[in-house]
């Protein structure tokens, strides 16, 4: 049997949005509106969106990949919301299963910082991530987000 | 067995020259046998072949000959396990924040 290994890892994005809090807030509060930014637009087809919004309530998304070597194989989030600020945090952590194979469980909070008239999201993520498993996700847009990076330096 | 140090560097070598970022890249769609990842690169065999064994001895790229055919694809080990899963999960999040901005683009017009 493989040895388990795991990695930790802590990452912060910060965004501008030129719309108050609690419009950003109900981006994520309201299914219909979370489905938009956070299931679709990925190489997949979601076969599940199910959010109950709420401290101890689940999210689930279900993605079938389209294309390369895992074609057809499922790619699963499962959240459940920890800590709810209505228009100023969130709290949820949530797992990432590839196939059979768990890959990630990790906790990400979110701050709606007023900004003026707009918002500041500030998004942290505090993960860990298990042995070996290589998605495709990470093999294809790691390697293009890298390169995309070294063509910057290589440039000169 | 080579020094970290070493092991960078030949990272950053293997990766300093435009036709083998282009030959990782098409190899981070899934593994392709060396003609086909030959073709459009506009270059002979023997070139291409040169490149593979820069990016091979470098740990980025496996190749295989199975009969007559060889296959390439992508050596996960050539990168830190870590740093590819977090510049991956960060991107992830990074596409999603770019989508949630358009949403919100959307209803601010209304």
């Known amino acids: ?156 | 067995m080579p020094s970290q140090q070493l092991a960078v560097d030949r990272v950053f070598h293997a990766l300093g020259d435009p036709t083998r970022r282009a030959i990782v890249e098409k190899l981070s769609a899934g593994p392709i046998s060396v003609s086909r990842l030959a073709k459009p690169l506009d270059m002979t065999l023997a070139a291409v072949v040169q490149h593979l064994q820069v990016l091979e001895a470098s740990g980025l790229v496996a190749t295989e000959k199975v009969g007559r055919v060889r296959t390439c694809r992508i050596e996960p080990k050539g990168f830190s396990v870590a740093e590819r899963w977090i510049s991956e999960r960060r991107s992830l999040w990074e596409r999603r924040f770019d989508r949630l901005g358009k949403l919100l683009g959307e209803s601010d017009r209304e």
């Open chain 1, 1 to 156: 049997m493989a040895k388990s290994s795991v990695t930790h890892s802590t990452f912060i994005i910060e965004r501008n949005y030129a719309v108050p809090p609690e419009q950003v807030f109900a981006a994520w509060a309201d299914p219909a509106q979370k489905r938009r930014w956070f299931a679709d637009g990925e190489h997949a087809e979601i076969e599940e969106h199910a959010l109950d919004f709420r401290v101890g309530g689940i999210e689930k998304t279900r993605r079938i990949i389209m294309g390369g070597p895992f074609k057809g194989t499922p790619l699963t989030n499962d959240s459940v919301y920890l800590d709810i600020v209505g228009d100023q945090r969130i709290v949820f952590a949530y797992t990432m299963t590839l196939g059979e194979k768990r890959i990630s469980s990790s906790q990400a909070t979110v701050e709606f910082l007023p900004n003026g008239k707009g918002t500041i999201l500030a998004f942290t993520e505090q993960g860990a991530f298990f042995e070996g498993a290589d998605g495709p996700e990470m093999r294809e847009q790691g390697w293009k987000s890298l390169i995309g990076q070294l063509d910057k330096i290589f440039a000169h």
